[in-house]
């Protein structure tokens, strides 16, 4: 949402080997879907119906036609650049890849103290409770097959606590789960929607709530590569 000023440090950096691209509009003021369709003509606009980071992401996902997803933020906090290492993790046998901040290669410039804190706490919860080895757990830059959607279950989130629905749902399924370093910059312009507090709230009831419901297993299964159709970002 508004964010018209960001874009052009987004999107002419996403490789050029992408078949399509997404933008979620949150009922932008700015020029943002105007600059959007100046940068890149075939972009797929769609409008999300509520509000919240949850419920854009879910409105891409319903949007996308391609058998990879590749989740990114729009304020330039992430770098295009680094959407090869997440699909190469993809296609060398993962079914969902996530990106972090805090393993060796990773860094970031746009956490404060305590949210480190809130983020290391909330992490050793999420291991404690449902395993995995993890480093990172609100964090939004993440790549998937399309074909795991149902199995992550994201229809209960809404707000930014869909990074750690997102994470546990995909360990809660026991798909093959893999992380790559990600460096992340503070957004270029603008505000983030982000509370600290409420929205950490949010992401601990979520850690709860899945800690008390019965889970889902994925079953076996392979993938062929032929006719794999490029990703959707």
Same mark, same amino acid.
């Given at each position: 949402? %508004?964010? *018209?000023?960001?874009?052009?440090?987004?999107?002419?950096?996403?490789?050029?080997?992408?078949?399509?691209?997404?933008?979620? =509009?949150?009922?932008?003021?700015?020029?943002?879907? *105007?600059?959007?369709? /100046?940068?890149? @003509? =075939?972009?797929?606009?769609?409008?999300?119906?509520?509000?919240?980071?949850?419920? *854009? $992401? &879910?409105?891409?996902?319903?949007?996308?036609?391609?058998?990879?997803?590749?989740?990114? =933020?729009?304020?330039?906090?992430?770098?295009?650049?680094?959407?090869?290492? !997440?699909?190469?993790? +993809? $296609?060398?046998?993962?079914? !969902?890849?996530?990106?972090?901040? !805090?393993?060796?290669?990773?860094?970031?410039?746009?956490?404060?103290?305590?949210?480190?804190?809130?983020?290391?706490?909330?992490?050793?919860?999420?291991?404690?409770?449902?395993?995995?080895?993890?480093?990172? $757990? &609100?964090?939004?830059?993440?790549?998937?097959?399309?074909?795991?959607? @149902?199995?992550?279950?994201?229809?209960?989130?809404?707000?930014?606590?869909?990074?750690?629905?997102? %994470?546990?749902? /995909? $360990?809660?399924?026991? +798909? %093959?789960?893999?992380?790559?370093? #990600?460096?992340?910059?503070?957004?270029?312009?603008?505000?983030?929607?982000?509370?600290? !507090? @409420?929205?950490?709230?949010?992401?601990?009831?979520?850690?709860?709530?899945?800690?008390?419901?019965?889970?889902?297993?994925?079953?076996?299964?392979?993938?062929?590569?032929?006719?794999?159709?490029?990703? #959707?970002?």
């Amino acid at each position: 949402m %508004n964010e *018209a000023k960001n874009l052009p440090h987004v999107l002419p950096n996403i490789p050029a080997w992408v078949d399509e691209i997404i933008l979620v =509009d949150g009922n932008s003021t700015d020029d943002t879907i *105007a600059v959007a369709r /100046a940068l890149v @003509p =075939d972009i797929v606009v769609v409008q999300q119906s509520s509000r919240g980071k949850g419920a *854009a $992401l &879910c409105t891409g996902f319903n949007a996308a036609s391609g058998d990879i997803i590749v989740t990114i =933020d729009a304020d330039g906090s992430a770098d295009p650049g680094e959407i090869p290492a !997440f699909v190469g993790a +993809l $296609l060398a046998g993962a079914d !969902f890849v996530k990106g972090s901040r !805090f393993m060796q290669g990773g860094d970031t410039t746009d956490m404060e103290w305590y949210r480190k804190l809130g983020n290391w706490g909330l992490l050793r919860l999420v291991r404690l409770r449902f395993g995995g080895k993890f480093t990172d $757990l &609100c964090y939004g830059y993440n790549a998937f097959w399309r074909d795991v959607l @149902p199995y992550l279950n994201l229809e209960q989130a809404t707000g930014f606590e869909i990074e750690t629905e997102m %994470n546990v749902q /995909a $360990l809660r399924a026991n +798909l %093959n789960v893999f992380e790559v370093a #990600s460096k992340e910059f503070p957004r270029i312009h603008g505000v983030s929607n982000l509370r600290t !507090f @409420p929205d950490g709230w949010r992401v601990l009831k979520t850690i709860v709530r899945l800690g008390i419901t019965r889970r889902t297993r994925i079953p076996p299964r392979t993938r062929g590569m032929a006719g794999l159709q490029q990703p #959707s970002i």
